[in-house]
């Protein structure tokens, strides 16, 4: 999966690891998460860009 | 005859209710307006958005006011319902013989019209699975405390109801002085009964934390797996959510009207109500435990 860039559409959403301090992320804020995350969030957050990750040169032998 | 239908239903109404009572969670979470009769069908009802600050001076002016910022909103209400069927023969013996009443069949029905109704309070309705038509208590959430906490860990739990209850806090919610429900996904909810570090149990940490509140299971089916929220307990959070009742749960019954006297007994067991969340930053699901 890859990763999409997405708006806040509720009040506060704090993301981070677990062993980590999270951060917060207001109504209207943008952030960088992966596909997965994203669905998880659900209508907490709209896509608003899928980013295509750079295309890594095949090794040729 | 209807008088004798009723009367039975009455019957079963009485058996019914306590046992409904013991499983139902989603009305423990939110205050129960008392039933407004199953006539209304619609009702309207105001969600609060936030006013512009405060103001602090020596004296005061005129031309500050603001009006309520208050969205009108209106919801038709669903009725929650599940259908049944009363052997005739064991119906007739009650009547004749007096004997104990057999409810199974109502009773099931009861448990399958209170799971759906359920759902529709902690969750919402809908019919694909992704879009919800009604917003229940965890789709209709302001916060979101997404932070990976597993609750498998021990602290995680803790750590969880402390960022939920940061989040409601800057949102103008008195978290830390109001008491709190927690309901967690089965999965959750055994984890954190389970936890312990060094003999130190983390439930009545998580339960202080809570200012008086409880902690709640929830089916997986109802609250997806790794999933819960933090709320303010009925007591103190009809001002920010509330279910709209229009009829407690009942049954009806009645017979094919081509064999009165020896067709099954038809029945219904059935509430109403919508669930109506007025301030949406008060709930904090947690959406990665």
Redesign the interface.
Known sequence: MGNVKVRVN?????????HGK?K?YKLGQEFICTEE?AN?????VTVIETLTEPVKPSKSR | MTNAYTQYSKSVDSELVQPLQNVTVGRRLVYVTAPKGFGVTSVDWGKISDMSGGYVSYGFADGNEDMIDVALTNSKVPVYWKDYKVDRRLYNGWMINNTDMDVSAAQSAGYVATATEDAAIINGVTRNGTT?DINGLY?G??????????FG?YG?AM?AIA?AKQ?MV??GIPAYNIPLNLALSSEQYGELEKSTDNGFDEWPKVLRMLNGGSVYPVPSTVLGVGTGMLLPTPSVGRPYVDFFSTSNFRTEHGVDSKHPDTSDLYGRVYSAGILRIKH??AICKL??I
């Open positions: 509720i009040s506060n959403i704090a993301r981070g690891p677990s999270s917060v995350e998880r969030l659900g209508k907490d | 919800y789709q959430a302001g916060n979101n405390y997404s932070t990976s906490a597993d860990t995680n750590a960022g989040l800057d949102d949406a930053n959406s990665n």
